[in-house]
């Protein structure tokens, strides 16, 4: 009984949890860093400038998959977990003692 009263609250307590990234100390970027920092900003300003009513599908659709690979360096790498995620790992931990 002592053991589902604590599962119980644990769940219950689940709720008032949410996820949130892993927060690195900012770092100071390098010259070289820098350089390709300025050069993925010039680009991003010339595609804002672009028009896309002009191109063609296959040609926005490069453009937009650059947009996208960008994004990608950009926002680097996080730990996110989810309720459920953290739910599943305490029933789990719960279980094995």
Known sequence: MKK?????ILIASMGLLEAAP???????????QLEYLEKM???IDEIKAMDFKAMSK???KAVKEELREMK???EGKGIYLSVGAIII???LLI???
């Open 4 to 8: 589902l009263l604590t599962v119980l």
């Open 22 to 32: 892993i927060k690195k100390p900012k770092k100071d970027l390098t010259e070289e």
């Open 41 to 43: 900003e010039a680009r």
């Open 58 to 60: 296959e040609e926005v």
């Open 72 to 74: 990608k360096e950009a």
């Open 89 to 91: 790992i305490i029933l």
């Open 95 to 97: 279980l094995i003692l």
